[in-house]
């Protein structure tokens, strides 16, 4: 069964910058996709997403703000958030896609407030 533990959350001022990191463990052999949705009062919405191989797809709202970065020797994906803005606030989720189980896997959500 494969675990995803987040950290790097906080409150961060408009235009600065945050690294949220996913640690991934158990069985990493089925795990094909992983990225971040974020949810704010309302759905959970999609912010980026990285393959096995390094393919990323970005919400129009996060291009040229955040990058997704994934380092498959420490199960472990990142999320570069520069250029913050208040309307970033909301909580991120970390996923992975277990295709054994055919399954998403989520984190608890780490916390990211945007404010001055």
């Known amino acids: 069964q494969v675990r995803l533990v987040e950290s790097g959350g906080g409150l961060v001022l408009p235009g600065g910058s945050l690294r949220l990191s996913c640690a991934a463990s158990?069985?990493?052999?089925?795990?094909?996709?992983m990225g971040w949705y974020r949810q704010a009062p309302g759905e959970r919405d999609l912010v980026a997403r990285i393959?096995?191989?390094?393919?990323?797809t970005y919400a129009d709202s996060v291009k040229g703000r955040f990058t997704i970065s994934r380092d498959n020797a420490k199960n472990t994906v990142y999320l570069q958030m520069n250029s913050l803005k208040p309307e970033d606030t909301a909580i991120y989720y970390c996923?992975?896609?277990?295709?054994?189980?055919?399954?998403?896997?989520w984190g608890q959500g780490t916390q990211v407030t945007v404010s001055s």
């Open positions: 158990g069985n990493m052999f089925s795990i094909s996709d």
């Open positions: 393959t096995r191989t390094t393919r990323t």
């Open positions: 996923y992975a896609w277990d295709a054994a189980a055919s399954k998403d896997v």
